[in-house]
Each structure stands twice: as C-alpha cells, then as structure tokens.
C-alpha cells in the first residue's frame, strides 16, 4: 500500500558560477538537498523555488534534465514488487508513467511532487533518465567493405545466408529505413518504438541494420527504437517473445554500475543469453575519454590527476549549447558513506569558473556511488572536470568517463569499456579499420573490465572480437560509418550466418566458433584491445556439399547445413524455400570434398 505524503519541496541550495582563480573555494559547500533525488533534481527544485516556471524554464534550458509543462521526467529505483505499487500510485501524483523495468520505472511527474516522492519508504532513490550514446566518433546504393574482410561472401555462395534467422537491431533512431525496404534493407522489417516519439531520430539504427542485412541477407530484421534503461529491457523481452536468436546494438550508457560485469543493464544483456539470444553490443569510443585510478589529496580535498593538477581539461574546445555529459562511480556499491562530488570548470580567461556540480549525498544515504552531469555549454571555450571529496574515510578507486567531447588532458589506458560492454554475457565489438593491415581504431574502448565491486585490479577481459569501421552505407555515405557502432552489427550478422548453418548451435557455442575463427592481432591470445582478433568467418561448415537438386522450385537452388541431422538440414530450408503444405521432391548429392 502507497501512502502519498504531500508537502512542501524543501529548497536545495545550490552554488552559482563562482570566479575562483584556483580550486580553494570550488565543491566545499555544505549543500543541504534531499538524499534520496539526484543533485540535477535537486538543482531544478532550487530554480522552481527559486524562480517559479520562469527559473525552471531557464534551468532547463541549460541542463539535460528534460522538463515538460511543468512535469520532470525521472526513473524511480526501487524493488521490482514496489515499482508495481508505485506505478499504481503515479496517477495520485499528476504524473505519466513511460515505462517499468524491473527495479526501475521511468515516468514523467509535476516538478512540486518530486519530495513526495522521495518521502515514499517504498523509493530507493529518484535520478533523471539515462541516455544512451550513439557510438561513432562523428560522423546510391552501397556494402560494407567488412563483407569481404569478414569473408561472408564464401558464405553467401555456399548458401549460408542467414536463412530463417531472426535479428533485433536496438538502436537511438532509424531514419529513412522505410526508403530502404527492398534494397540496403529487406523488403519489411518489424517495428517497435518504445520511446513513443517515432521511429526516427537519426540514421544510426538505420546503417546499423545496412550492415546487418549485408551480412545476413535472408535474415528476417526486426528494429526496436529506445531511449531510457527500461525501454532497452522491453525491447530485449520483445525480441525473447519474437524468437529472434540475434540481437545488435550500437549504444553505450555513461554510468550504470560498478563496471565489473553487473548491474541493471548486464542483467537484461544476461537474461537475453539464458534464453537463447547472441547479444552484440559496442565496446564503446572512450579510450582517450576515461580516466580511471586511487584517489589522492590535490591538497584542499580535490583529486590529484597528476602532480599539481587538479583539473583534467576537455582538449576539444567546446561551442555554445554542446552537450556536455560527464559520469563518475566509484568502488563503494556496499554503501558504507564515501562520498565524492563531481564538477565542472570553464576557464575564463584567468582562472576557472566552477559551471555546476553533481553533489550526491551518499554520506546522507543517497543509494549509489555515482555522480552524473548534463548541461549545455553556456559559453563558447575550455572546460575542464574536477573530483572533490565530500567526506571519506578512504581513498577510493574511481572511474571518469566524458564521452564525445575529445580526449581529456589525463586519460588511462585500458578499463574504458561502455556499459553494458563489460556484461560477460555481451560479445563487445572493438573497432578495427577495414582496410588492411586492420589496425585498431585509435578511440576504440579497451578492457579489462573494472575488478568486482568496481575495484582497480582484476577484471575480465574485453572486448571479445575486432569488428570493422570506415565502411560504406547508404545512411552515411561511402567509408563514412565508422566507430564501435559499425562494427557491432559485422559481428552480428556474422552470428546469423553462423545460426543459419548451425541451428543447434547455443549463443556461447556461435561465440565460441566466432572467437576461434578470429584472426588474431596485437600480443598473441585474446588480450584486452583487439579480444580474440579480426572478426572471420573462414570456410562455411558445408563448403564441401553440393548443393541438393529440388524440384518444383524453378530457379531456385539451395545449399544443405551442417547438421549432424539431414533430416533437419532438409526441413529447414523447405521450411524456407515453400510454406509448409507444399510438396517438394529433394536430390541429394551429398559429396564432401
């Protein structure tokens, strides 16, 4: 049972741009703000006490947070049971619920019921929705020059063509796919929007399916369009109920756990491989944008990158209204206080202008160790990040990533995978040229994963296979798609050719055959940059077989599977070539060479 407490918003306050020439007076505030919201959203509460509809107009402008006819869109974290209660309960608040996952519900609310909200025992904690990042660095008729790399063509002719395999591309848009039907893509494609806005929104979903069906022509193509963490769980579930044995998805999110393989998105990508599903997903564009490491004292509470440096600058020079996205977590998922704000600088010409400031109070009880920003730049030039220590009883091991925003002056090699790449159930797709001698992609994401609970040692390695980028779709251009994003879906349509002929293979064995074919680059075995190597998919299983003969099927000739079972070999692809109640006449030649 929800008991709705409604009461007044208790003002958060929350620090203006201050001209300090140095770090002294930066992120020592004592700020007081409800534990249980995120510091954005105590932020919007401060300019809706503050300011009334006009100050939340101009916060929302500045900010990321998305706020609509005076309702705030937020996920609630809470128990899978109490979401259930607590969905019931967000009409009685004047709020829209957009979707429910598991342990999360994302919903939009009035900005005035967000304290009441928290003030639910049920909620565990109240954050702004979490979006995904297309991974490509920037961005007629055409095929992935990765086709031939890969060598699929000796597929396709030997008949492997993906043939009644069912693939979901999970993507952030899919623009134009409707003027590809028939030619770069099949002739229908099953549709799912999940966001509730369209299926378009950029071409991204849309090269990403180019290639797929390039790789796996007869593969059926289903696209699912999401935006929060919780729309990635319906699609995933979707595509369970739809049978579909592959799933690609170029996206990356910035924070969502400790790193080391768990966590909400790990567990849908681990629900999709128990029933049966290949998950490919990108291993993210962050190696020169990630730092990670101990902390240490700058001197005034700040964080140390290097020897008195206690601002890491953004080497890209940043224009006016750019996004700017900025995450940070740290190795105490056990909950025992540490407390580690997040800030962002602009230099001004003579100092650095402290912007804003993510200022979770774990030590109050905010549930996780994770600090978020997401502002628009309000001012053309130089920004930098900051991490400060609110109040802690040990050094802990923290991870930065600022994606899309070129490298930062101090980055760490390796543990820079996005999430859920660190998922040990996804095959993360580095990003290797096309061209050979295929060296690895500069910004390409390197593993190990972050050790248990976060932790800078141990770690799994990633990412698990060398995909291809700079490569030509009718969305982007000619060897213009490029990125962690275009090499996924290779490794996903390489995954369909191999269900194709080897239907009773499991997601870990199509793995296992991809991981072995693979030809190895970089320090010899599967090592943290290149995984097992460059995605190949060497000799088709039944490149010895002729094809078989059928007869009343004019035109049309059809290569026989591996199966150690021919009987399932020849009702697979009658299954294919004629509905169920044809009659079909088979010659077999069965010649293995």
Request: charged share 15%; with cysteine.
């Amino acid at each position: 049972v929800i008991v709705l407490l409604f009461a007044a918003a208790a003002a958060a306050v929350v620090p203006g741009p201050s001209t300090a020439q140095g770090p002294g007076s930066a992120g020592q505030d004592a700020i007081p703000a409800n534990p249980k919201l995120a510091w954005s959203l105590n932020q919007l509460l401060f300019a809706y006490d503050g300011g009334g509809a006009a100050g939340v107009q101009a916060f929302s402008d500045a900010s990321a947070v998305e706020v609509q006819d005076g309702t705030v869109a937020v996920t609630i974290h809470a128990t899978p049971q109490a979401i259930q209660e607590i969905s019931a309960s967000i009409p009685d608040f004047g709020g829209e619920i957009h979707g429910a996952y598991g342990p999360r519900l994302v919903a939009h609310v009035p900005i005035d019921a967000l304290v009441p909200l928290a003030q639910l025992e049920q909620v565990a904690l109240i954050t702004e929705p979490r979006r995904p990042v297309l991974l490509e660095p920037e961005v007629g008729r055409y095929t992935t020059e990765g086709l031939v790399a890969s060598n699929a063509p000796a597929w396709h002719t030997a008949g492997n063509q993906g043939a009644g395999v069912r693939i979901a591309v999970i993507d952030a848009g899919f623009t134009g796919y409707a003027n590809l039907l028939g030619s770069d893509l099949p002739g229908s494609v099953v549709t799912y929007d999940w966001t509730g806005t369209g299926m378009g929104g950029s071409t991204h979903g849309t090269a990403c399916a180019e290639i797929v069906h390039d790789m796996a022509p007869l593969a059926a193509i289903y696209l699912h369009k999401v935006n929060f963490t919780t729309d990635l769980g319906q699609a995933v579930d979707q595509a369970i109920a739809d049978g579909v044995d592959v799933i690609s998805m170029s996206l990356g999110w910035t924070i969502d756990g400790p790193g080391d393989g768990t966590g909400f998105l790990s567990n849908i990508v681990k629900k999709a491989r128990q029933n049966g599903v290949f998950f490919a997903t990108a291993a993210g564009n962050e190696a020169g944008e990630t730092w990670h490491g101990t902390y240490q004292n700058y001197g005034d509470g700040h964080h140390q990158w290097a020897p008195g440096v206690w601002i890491n600058e953004l080497t890209d020079y940043l224009y006016a209204g750019e996004l700017i996205r900025i995450g940070l977590h740290w190795d105490d998922w056990s909950g025992t206080g540490q407390d580690y704000d997040l800030e962002l600088y602009r230099w001004n010409g003579a100092g650095w202008t402290l912007e804003t400031a993510s200022r979770n109070r774990q030590s109050a009880g905010y549930a996780t160790p994770e600090e978020w920003i997401g502002i628009y730049a309000p001012l053309g030039g130089t920004y930098g990040i900051a991490v400060n220590r609110h109040s802690a009883t040990r050094d802990v091991c923290f991870r930065v990533l600022a994606p899309k925003m070129g490298e930062l002056g101090h980055f760490s090699a390796g543990r820079n995978l996005t999430f859920p790449a660190d998922a040990a159930e996804a095959i993360s797709a580095a990003a290797l040229d096309v061209k050979t001698p295929y060296p690895l992609e500069s910004y390409s994401s390197r593993g190990p994963t972050m050790g248990p609970g976060g932790a800078c040692t141990g770690g799994s390695t990633k990412p698990d296979l060398g995909g291809y980028a700079n490569v030509s779709t009718v969305s982007y251009g000619p060897s213009f798609f490029d990125g962690t994003s275009s090499a996924t879906p290779h490794v996903a349509g390489a995954a369909a050719l191999v269900i194709g002929a080897l239907p009773t293979y499991s997601p870990g064995q199509v793995q296992s055959f991809l991981e072995q074919r693979a030809l190895d680059q970089g320090p010899p075995g599967k090592d943290n940059a290149y995984g097992s190597g460059r995605l190949y998919l060497g000799t088709p299983p039944n490149g010895g077989n002729t094809p078989p003969s059928i007869s009343g099927l004019p035109d049309q000739v059809l290569a026989m599977n591996s199966s150690q079972d021919p009987a399932i070999d020849l009702w697979t692809y009658a299954r294919v070539a004629e509905s169920s109640t044809s009659d079909l006449t088979f010659a077999i030649d069965n010649a293995p060479t």
